[in-house]
């Protein structure tokens, strides 16, 4: 990889567009509200054999009072320090940081309105980081936007790139000229690109601590955190290697009621996203706040959560604040309310948490690892033979009388096979003799023995009813 180029300017003037655009996705949420991208996105992007990292990030949007020179081991802490209430601070502290750890910067200013005194100030900044950088214009779509882009060479920043990040126009051109921006970086054997083996999406209603959680498992403060519900407007992925395997980490915005949002909201659009995030993961870990009573919208939630078929893991969020509230209760009092709660998750394992201070996260990973695993288990024909023998004998189907001929007479559904076929969820076809349904109890009474006997840690089980043919 030849390194990491980040995107900075002002709000609302393209930057996630051109993200978008680079790197050939829709991870960054468009808007025309000024704001709307409030976390770093990160993306790589391939062009002609080569491979760079590309960095979104919010828009300066805060008052400067101070001129901040040294980022490094100061900024850590400045971010951490940050004002929880003070979004706007934080996201452009988040922006600085990453100009710092960047190689390269895209200083994206917008044809339309022209030059704006906010762009001096950022110009100013990235002169005094000393990073390599090019100036991009976006929003140049016709001839007469392009020719008046000559007023931001007063920028200082040399010649720039005139594009449209919309429309794609000139956007070659520009990663053209970001390779060769690294041209002083010797060039190495380009490893093998590791695809993320598990995806896995973090989803709860609004301010239960989803973005504390991706900030502990990753180490580092990617997500805004606030107690300010909502923060989190769109899908972050983050890429963590963990025991040899890479996991795809996807925090969400706050899912809540589609009745209390509304549509044209910067929160609908975050919302949506973060339905579409969960059903492109393969493991989804449910954040419920133990220190508040469970409402109606953690239920539905479960419920969706548990119809997408993915593994599942509650994360039972807060336990200090609910300890220190309730001193008679005990851990298992908290792991069996939640069971109460949920009963669409009753398959999934419940851990409880403090993503605060980072109390027991160390074993989530982990977890994730087994219950990805536990998605993927393949039984054979010939051990769901055996099984079957078993629990028939252990517990038969219940008889049911039938007419035949003007004769009362009773019988039994006889089942002549138990089949895997599909993972990921995983799906057994059961077969029957007679055209009688199996009764909802006994279908159940299956998919728990098939997790008893083979495991599925996590993961909902399937059960298709076929009728033999005669």
């Not at 020179?69 to 922006?95: T, Y």
């Not at 950022?122 to 001839?143: P, T, Y």
């Not at 720039?160 to 126009?169: F, I, T």
């Not at 025991?243 to 044209?264: F, H, M, S, V, W």
Request: charged share 30%; glycine share 6%; proline share 3%.
């Amino acid at each position: 990889m030849l390194g990491s180029v980040v995107i900075i300017g002002r709000a609302n003037v393209g930057k996630s567009t051109l993200f978008n655009r680079l790197s050939e996705s829709k991870k960054a949420m468009v808007s025309r509200i000024p704001g709307t991208t409030r976390d770093l996105k990160y993306a790589e992007v391939r062009w002609q054999g080569k491979v760079f990292e590309l960095v979104d990030t919010g828009g300066f949007l805060a008052e400067e009072k101070k001129e901040i020179k040294s980022l490094s081991k100061k900024q850590e802490k400045k971010i951490k320090m940050a004002a929880k209430d003070n979004v706007d601070k934080q996201v452009e502290l988040r922006a600085r940081a990453a100009l710092e750890k960047s190689d390269l910067v895209l200083m994206v200013v917008d044809a339309i309105e022209g030059l704006n005194p906010q762009d001096k100030k950022i110009a100013d900044f990235v002169r005094k980081s000393g990073k390599q950088k090019i100036l991009v214009v976006n929003k140049c779509e016709n001839n007469e936007r392009r020719a008046q882009a000559g007023e931001f060479y007063k920028l200082g920043l040399g010649e720039p790139a005139l594009l449209s990040a919309a429309s794609g126009g000139g956007t070659g051109d520009l990663v053209d000229l970001i390779i060769k921006k690294f041209k002083g970086i010797k060039k190495t054997k380009e490893k093998k690109a590791k695809r993320p083996r598990i995806k896995v999406a973090i989803v709860g209603k609004p301010n239960v601590g989803k973005s504390s959680l991706l900030n502990t498992l990753a180490k580092e403060e990617f997500a805004i955190v606030s107690p300010t519900p909502h923060t989190t407007r769109e899908p972050n992925d983050i890429l963590i290697d963990y025991q040899e395997n890479d996991i795809l980490i996807i925090d969400t915005a706050g899912i809540r009621r589609k009745a209390k949002i509304e549509k044209d909201s910067l929160e609908y659009l975050g919302v949506r996203m973060s339905a579409s995030a969960l059903y492109r993961a393969d493991v989804v870990l449910m954040v419920v706040d133990i220190s508040q009573e469970i409402a109606h919208q953690d239920q539905q939630l479960a419920k969706m959560v548990a119809e997408k078929g993915s593994g599942v893991i509650i994360i039972i969020n807060k336990y200090d604040l609910a300890r220190g509230g309730e001193k008679d209760k005990t851990a298992e009092d908290y792991l069996n309310y939640i069971k109460h709660y949920f009963p669409h998750l009753a398959f999934a394992p419940r851990i409880l948490v403090s993503a605060k201070t980072g109390w027991n996260t160390e074993k989530i990973l982990k977890l994730v690892l087994e219950v990805a695993a536990a998605q993927k288990t393949k039984v054979s024909d010939n051990a769901l033979s055996k099984f079957l023998k078993q629990i028939i004998k252990k517990q038969p189907p219940v008889r049911k009388r039938i007419n035949v001929r003007g004769r009362v007479a009773v019988r039994r559904a006889f089942i002549t096979k138990l089949q895997q076929i599909d993972t990921a969820p995983p799906v057994f076809s059961c077969e029957i003799d007679t055209d009688d349904e199996l009764p909802e109890s006994y279908k159940q009474y299956i998919i728990n023995s098939l997790r008893e006997k083979f495991g599925f840690l996590g993961s909902p089980i399937k059960l298709v009813i076929r009728h033999k043919k005669s």
